[in-house]
């Protein structure tokens, strides 16, 4: 199964700055996809990050707020932009194994937002 | 709406005693349904999952249980080891799982495996 490094595993920001995360799988893979989840909450599908096109959002978020890059088949970045306290979450990139082993996740990123 | 549902937040287990963790979906058209496992300040690791043709399977001390009739399934675990203490997540896609048809989690319990 895929290695993902992802980076950074956590951070304290100000307000109204931006943070980028970023992963990278040790394999090519199609498709990756950047989770959040909010304490005490599930983990909730931001987008889908397909190499060479634009990243397809889920409902209530748009790329304004969390821009994303895949530059090619083995990295991604997601960016949390003008950060607010309701953006403190662990953010997680992931890849799909197929529906016997769902996906495989990255370590995640503790974000905190003064 | 939730279409996974785990309504137990926590558990606390004896070691050496069985864990039963629950969970409840909505979504008749779900295939699969896998369980993970999440330390702190790690990713959720995958642990067993189980075809939505099967109502068990088994590895190891993990047993995942489905009862389509009643939309819900339990994951056991025997013997319970301090290891074993973490959040679970309870989770179901459907055959394609492409974008349309993502990975649906539940909002996790939190296993506590007492000495």
């Known amino acids: 199964s895929a290695v993902i490094s992802q980076k950074p595993s956590r951070d304290i920001c100000q307000r109204g700055t931006s943070l980028t995360i970023q992963c990278q799988v040790d394999?090519?893979?199609?498709?990756m996809f950047w989770y959040r989840q909010q304490p005490g909450q599930s983990l909730t599908l931001i987008a889908t990050?397909?190499?060479?096109?634009?990243?397809?959002?889920e409902s209530g978020f748009v790329i304004d707020k969390f821009p994303i890059s895949r530059p090619n088949l083995t990295f991604s970045t997601l960016t949390v932009s003008n950060m607010s306290p309701e953006d403190s979450s662990i953010y997680l990139c992931?890849?799909?194994?197929?529906?016997?082993?769902?996906?495989?996740f990255g370590s995640g990123t503790r974000l905190t937002v003064v | 709406d939730q279409q996974v549902k785990q309504n137990s937040p926590s558990l606390s287990v004896q070691e050496g005693r069985i864990s039963i963790l629950n969970c409840d979906y909505t979504?008749?058209?779900?295939?699969?349904f896998l369980w993970y496992k999440k330390y702190p300040a790690e990713g959720p690791t995958f642990l067993i999952s189980?075809?939505?043709?099967?109502d068990k399977n088994e590895d190891g001390r993990f047993t995942v249980f489905l009862n389509k009739s009643a939309k819900h399934l339990s994951l056991h675990i025997v013997p319970s080891q301090p290891g074993d203490s973490a959040v679970y997540f309870c989770?179901?896609?459907?055959?394609?799982?492409?974008?349309?048809?993502?990975?649906?989690f539940g909002k996790g319990t939190r296993l506590h495996i007492l000495p």
């Open positions: 992931s890849v799909a194994r197929g529906p016997n082993y769902g996906y495989t």
């Open positions: 394999s090519q893979v199609t498709m």
């Open positions: 990050a397909n190499q060479g096109s634009e990243a397809t959002y």
């Open positions: 979504n008749s058209m779900f295939d699969y």
């Open positions: 189980i075809s939505s043709i099967k």
């Open positions: 989770a179901a896609t459907t055959l394609n799982m492409n974008r349309d048809d993502k990975i649906i």
